[in-house]
């Protein structure tokens, strides 16, 4: 089974600076692809950012230049430096990992708990 643990949200102010990060605890699988999601009040959950284990990103459009993800493979983990934040960044970010079971050879995708982002003045 995959664990995957978030960290690092909270309240910011606009304009401000925040990292999340997020572990994996996947033994017996091997992770493809890291990122994170989103999902503000009302609305789906979208993509925010992924990244493969060769380290190619794939950001949503709406955070390109503000979100840069980065990816630790040896500790299995991903983190999410967010500048510049705005109010409709506020949502709840999801961390996500495309896996793959070392045994039975099938993809699975974990989602972890989730962690509240609030920007407001």
Not at 1 to 7: A, F, M, P, R
Not at 19 to 31: D, P, Y
Not at 95 to 107: P, S, T
């Amino acid at each position: 089974q995959v664990h995957l643990v978030e960290s690092g949200g909270g309240l910011v102010h606009p304009g401000g600076s925040l990292t999340l990060s997020c572990a994996a605890s996947a033994s017996g699988f091997s992770i493809y692809v890291m990122g994170w999601y989103r999902q503000a009040p009302g609305k789906q959950r979208e993509l925010v950012a992924t990244i493969t284990s060769d380290g190619i990103t794939n950001p949503a459009d709406s955070v390109k230049g503000r979100f840069a993800i980065s990816r630790d493979n040896a500790e299995d983990t991903v983190s999410l430096q967010i500048d510049s934040l705005k109010r409709e960044d506020t949502a709840v970010y999801y961390c996500y990992a495309r896996v793959k079971n070392y045994y039975n050879h099938i993809e699975s995708d974990s989602w972890g708990q989730g962690t509240q982002v609030t920007v407001s003045s």
